[in-house]
């Protein structure tokens, strides 16, 4: 009896000591809660103030930069088509440059660079001149065509192919160049490129395309589904733009890297649609694709 009054004495003394502390540790939890909840809010909020003060900026800027292109993709443009305008021919390969520097991607440039290639063969200059111009205009073509195809390359896949002259009789094929076995996005397809004509005064190829992708017996007969194409390829085709469109929004280019007088060089580059040009956009059916195979 004694025993349990004592045992009854702790619990009460314990119960009188602790129940102090309980309100307090609970106080002290409250107050720890609302501190640091409210300085995560505090640091949300300045996290959110700079997110939105940075979209602006860029918002701004991107309009900036829309509207001075627009106004020099005008004026340029106005100065090419006004017979009136005139001008020398090294302002209209300097205009050719600020035009193919500054909006290769969003053009189809082969029309004027074709037209300034024809202005310089019958300009009344010298033949140093004349060359020195044709060089200019020539290189600049190739370094458009180089920066779209690191671009291209980067996103989807190369193929290499040499085209030996001296196997044509006169400029004449055809020549069919070695297959290609490309993958993307767990797409297989075949490439087979015949060279057709050679045009030795514009260094131009006529080629004819041809791309196979395996697929099932009840899509196509053959087990297979075809895509042909012929067309000139020059320095002036720029893949972004002169592309051949395939299933499942991919897209596939011929490029000349170089023209020799023993052969030249081309590319092959098979790319996702959204690395193609801005002009280029995808197809109703190919956004419905795309939407469904990234939800399964």
Not at 126 to 144: G, P, T
Not at 145 to 170: H, M, P, T, Y
Not at 214 to 219: G, I
């Amino acid at each position: 009896m004694e025993s349990a009054t004592v045992h009854k004495d702790l619990w009460d003394k314990a119960r009188v000591v602790l129940e102090p502390m309980g309100g307090l540790l609970t106080a002290l939890a409250v107050a720890s809660l609302g501190f640091f909840g409210s300085r995560h809010l505090d640091k949300q909020q300045r996290a959110d103030a700079k997110l939105r003060l940075y979209s602006e900026l860029m918002s701004k800027r991107e309009d900036s930069e829309s509207g001075l292109r627009k106004d020099m993709l005008q004026t340029i443009m106005t100065s090419f088509l006004d017979p009136r305008a005139g001008g020398s021919l090294e302002t209209e390969v300097l205009k050719m440059e600020l035009l193919a520097q500054n909006f290769h991607e969003a053009l189809n440039l082969e029309p004027l660079f074709k037209h300034l290639r024809r202005e310089i063969r019958t300009a009344p200059v010298s033949v140093d001149d004349r060359r020195d111009y044709q060089l200019r205009v020539s290189e600049l073509a190739r370094e458009v065509a180089r920066k779209q195809i690191l671009i291209l390359e980067g996103a989807g896949a190369r193929f290499n192919r040499f085209v030996d002259f001296d196997s044509l009789k006169g400029g004449e094929g055809p020549i069919q160049l070695e297959d290609a076995e490309l993958t993307l996005d767990g797409v297989k397809r075949r490439f087979r490129v015949t060279v057709l004509a050679v045009d030795f005064e514009n260094q131009e190829l006529k080629l004819r395309l041809e791309i196979a992708t395996p697929t099932s017996r009840e899509e196509s007969a053959t087990g297979e589904i075809r895509t042909d194409a012929e067309f000139p390829v020059g320095y002036f085709s720029f893949p972004m733009i002169d592309n051949t469109r395939l299933s499942h929004d991919q897209r596939c280019s011929i490029v000349l890297t170089n023209f020799g007088k023993s052969g030249a060089e081309i590319a092959g580059l098979f790319f996702p649609g959204s690395r193609a040009s801005l002009r280029e956009k995808p197809y109703y059916e190919e956004v419905l694709q795309t939407l469904k195979d990234s939800t399964e």
